[in-house]
Each structure stands twice: as structure tokens, then as C-alpha cells.
């Protein structure tokens, strides 16, 4: 059974830093790539930072510099560490595991900006 467990959500005030972790089982962790979209109430889910299995990342334009994605292979852990936070960047955020057609997502978590 596969399962992507996020975890380090919570509240910040703007300006603060946060780090996500999805622990990853049930898959051939190393063979994915592994992204972080998230999703706010009445906005589409986008994606925020994808890694892939080589290591290469990619960022949404408005968290660049900002946010860094890493993975550890060993762990099965994927993490989104978030810097200079701000209230736009309010949402729910979900791992995503992608291997060829496979497609697989975590349940998300909460992160809320806001003084």
C-alpha cells in the first residue's frame, strides 16, 4: 500500500521559515520524482517545487529563492524547507509521487501565514 505522509505544517508569522517533510512508502522511492503543490481556498492546486530522481529541481516563480526542495533517498523523505514566508503562500500543501503513469499523493498540510 502506498502512502505519502507530510508533516510540518502549522502557523507562522511572515517572514518565518517552516520545513515540510513526506515520508514516502509502499513505492521505489529513488525512481521518483517528487513534487509539492498546494492549494488555497478558491485557487487551483499549482505546483511549488518538483525534484526528480536525478536530483534536478524546478521552482514556481513566486517562491524562487525563497524555497528549497531536497530528497533523501535513504529516508524515503522528501522536504520543502520555506524561507521569508508570506500570507499568500497560505495553502494546504501535498506531496505528489510521479513514476511514469503512476501518480500518487499525500492527504497535505496545513501551512497558514498570518500575523
Partial sequence: QVQLAESGGGLVQPGGSLRLSCAASGITFRVYAMGWYRQAPGKQRELVAQITAGGSTNYEDSVKGRFTISRDNAKNTVYLQMNSL?????????CNAVYTTLRYWGQGTQVTVSS
Fill in 86 to 94: 508570506k500570507p499568500e503562500d497560505t495553502a494546504v500543501y501535498l
